[in-house]
């Protein structure tokens, strides 16, 4: 079965970085669409950013370009999600996400495409 570990939330201030690394087991981690989600207190799980067709291209949403950054180590088995810059409204239970299908920039967005989640972790940002 595939499994999922989401760690490296915590707290930080406003304008501080971190960086979130999720350990895929079991399957070919290789072949796996990689995606990251967020859910903020009263919200629904929205996109963050992906890794499609094969790792070889990304895709993040609107309101993390120029300050996130996804990436893979297919020889540790694990998908990073660098946040730098970070503001309160990142505040959020982060969740990596696993399709072992090839998925479109379309519906990579789409949490109903992945079927395999993390526990997820808490990323606060305080101002």
């Known amino acids: 079965q595939v499994q999922l570990a989401e760690t490296g939330g915590g707290l930080v201030q406003a304008g501080g970085s971190l960086r979130l690394s999720c350990a895929v087991s079991?399957?070919?981690?290789?072949?796996?669409?990689m995606g990251w989600f967020r859910q903020a207190p009263g919200n629904e799980r929205a996109f963050v950013a992906a890794?499609?067709?094969?790792?070889?291209?990304?895709y993040y949403a609107d309101s993390v370009k120029g300050r996130f950054t996804i990436s893979r180590d297919n020889a540790k088995n694990t998908v990073y999600l660098q946040m730098n810059s970070l503001i309160p409204e990142d505040t959020a239970v982060y969740y990596c996400?696993?399709?072992?299908?090839?998925?479109?920039?379309?519906?990579?967005?789409?949490?109903?495409?992945?079927?395999?989640w993390g526990q997820g972790t808490q990323v606060t940002v305080s101002s």
């Open positions: 996400a696993a399709s072992t299908k090839p998925l479109s920039t379309y519906h990579s967005g789409s949490y109903s495409s992945y079927a395999y």
């Open positions: 079991g399957g070919t981690f290789s072949s796996y669409t």
């Open positions: 890794l499609i067709w094969g790792g070889y291209s990304f």
